[in-house]
Nanobody
């Protein structure tokens, strides 16, 4: 069984930074693409950033220049460094990994106060 466990969420003031982590564990041979999504209250879940196993990245326009996605293949872990946070970034952040199929984490709350 595969599990994704996120950590690093919390409450931060506008302009601050947070670093999210998501570790995949279980019967894993290889983790392919890994992504971060977020869902704000009353809104649809949206892609924030993704990274391939080889390190190619993709970002939503809203976070370009502020967020950085990275991964450690040896640890099956993906990270999201979030800088210059604003209240609009407040959401539950979810990790997703493509292994033999798509797996989702349970989500971690990020709250940015003004």
């Amino acid at each position: 069984q595969v599990q994704l466990v996120e950590s690093g969420g919390g409450l931060v003031q506008a302009g601050g930074s947070l670093r999210l982590s998501c570790a995949a564990s279980g019967s894993i041979f290889s983790v392919n693409s890994m992504s971060w999504f977020r869902q704000a209250p009353g809104k649809q879940r949206e892609l924030v950033a993704s990274i391939t196993r080889g390190g190619s990245t993709n970002y939503a326009d809203a976070v370009k220049g502020r967020f950085t996605i990275s991964r450690d293949n040896a640890k099956n872990t993906v990270y999201l460094q979030m800088n210059s946070l604003s209240p609009e970034d407040t959401a539950v952040y979810y990790c997703r990994a493509m292994i033999t199929k798509l797996y989702w984490g349970q989500g971690t709350q990020v709250t940015v106060s003004s």
